[in-house]
T-cell receptor, first 112, second 115 residues
């Protein structure tokens, strides 16, 4: 079963705009990781945020984590057509096994 | 960043045959690797956890006799789909966890089509 829900399921924006994707989860976590997947390809790791962290940045990416609300957000600033992809959050649960449980994903379309 | 390779990237086989997929961590040793399955336009579903030197741990509903996993070394895990059927057609992705950073890196995936 899916650990997390992501919203929106699909997002279409213009180049230069910001894109925000949200992820909610149900149980306590060690960390939460965001990935990007282009159609038919593997997953590219974007950012890992630990349970004791609240915000992380990487280039045009900003991730926040609110453990009290069991939610995370991924912000892509100044989007580009090349950012078009599906974005997934994945939680590393506090169970010892360390497998990731994936959210449902957000399909982002950036119009040139 | 760390790299995980997967081979083959695409395979087409006849129903009843077995298919082996290899997953290698290239930059780090991985005592634990994971196998996922992804259907079109859906998210990834964990199939099993591959443990170096011991038996794999399978998720509920995943047949261990159908999806054989071997983790023979700290850099290689293999998934063998035995007696494949058309319903096994899917995108299979492996990942390896880098214990130095807790980051999981994914392979490029294998598209399996069973005719």
């Amino acid at each position: 079963s899916q650990q997390g829900e992501e919203d929106p399921q699909a997002l279409s924006i213009q180049e230069g705009e910001n894109a925000t994707m949200n992820c909610s989860y149900k149980t306590s976590i060690n960390n939460l990781q965001w990935y990007r997947q282009n159609s038919g390809r593997g997953l590219v790791h974007l950012i890992l945020i630990r349970s004791n962290e609240r915000e992380k940045h990487s280039g045009r990416l900003r991730v926040t984590l609110d453990t009290s609300k069991k939610s995370s957000s991924l912000l892509i600033t100044a989007s580009r057509a090349a950012d078009t992809a599906s974005y997934f959050c994945a939680t590393d649960l506090n169970t010892g096994r360390r497998a990731l449980t994936f959210g449902s994903g957000t399909r982002l379309q950036v119009q040139p | 960043g760390a790299v995980v390779s997967q081979h083959p990237s695409r395979v087409i086989c006849k129903s009843g045959t077995s298919v082996k997929i290899e997953c290698r961590s290239l930059d780090f040793q991985a005592t634990t690797m994971f196998w996922y399955r992804q259907f079109p336009k859906q998210s990834l579903m964990l199939m099993a956890t591959s443990n170096e030197g011991s038996k794999a741990t399978y998720e509920q509903g995943v047949e261990k006799d159908k999806f054989l996993i071997n983790h023979a070394s700290l850099t290689l895990s293999t998934l063998t789909v035995t007696s494949a059927h058309p319903e096994d057609s899917s995108f299979y992705i492996c990942s390896a966890r880098d214990i130095r950073t807790d980051t999981q890196y994914f392979g490029p995936g294998t598209r399996l089509t069973v005719l």
